[in-house]
């Protein structure tokens, strides 16, 4: 039988500073989660100026050439500058994001446990760099070799010829075979194996009978 874990504890199996951290959190919940958040949220606006630094660059060289040309050089290469920044800035948090997540988090593999806990925070830290590049940047260039290096070296390992739908969330400790599709905002639960060339779809995620599908609509349109 599994251990049932318990989500109302103020104890912390820990000992020295980490338990004392677990046991603060659990009893303080609001207040230490906003204590805890504070930081990391200045260390989120780090990652973002960091990887904005190249686009400021190239903005004001951009400025600077122009300086004395006719208004509207200086304002298609102010918009051009914009533009062209963005896609520098994506492409340098792709490569920052990863690095930082290597340093300050590690390897990780697939764990349960209770949400106010040490434990979590490599978690929340991780995701949290998979967020600042997804939400900003990913969707505009995926799927594309710059999107798959990203996911790659954040630790995901990408099966042959899968197709994963916009926006699926694959949850951890999950398996998907060669060639199987996961369809679009669809949720695959932790520890869930999709064999090889198979179809899987919804909240969560299950196994979809494609060629039954396509069956019953024929039928419905032969009618």
Known sequence: MKHKLDLDTTSSEHRGIKGLF???????????YIFTMLPIYLFA???????????VVFFRFMQDLNLH??????????????????????????????VLNKLLVGNLSAWRGNYYSAESLK?????????????TFLEFVTPSPL?????????????????????ATI??????GEGAKLLPH??????TK????????????????????YADNSEKEAA
């Open 22 to 32: 677990e046991r603060l959190l659990r009893k303080f919940k609001t207040a230490m």
């Open 45 to 55: 606006c780090f990652v973002l100026g960091a990887s904005l630094t190249p686009s």
């Open 69 to 98: 040309s006719p208004n509207w050089v200086q304002n298609f290469s102010f918009a051009f500058s914009l533009a062209a920044g963005y896609f520098l800035y994506g492409t340098t948090l792709v490569i920052i994001a990863p």
């Open 123 to 135: 978690w929340f830290l991780h995701n949290g760099f998979t967020y600042l590049a997804r939400f």
């Open 147 to 167: 999107s798959l290096f990203f996911y790659r070296a954040m630790g995901m390992k990408i099966g042959a010829k899968c197709t994963i739908g916009l926006k």
């Open 171 to 176: 949850m951890g400790g999950c398996e998907i």
């Open 186 to 191: 669809s949720v695959l639960l932790p520890k």
């Open 194 to 213: 999709v064999p090889a060339g198979e179809t899987w779809g919804g909240v969560p995620a299950q196994k979809i009978d494609v060629r039954k599908i």
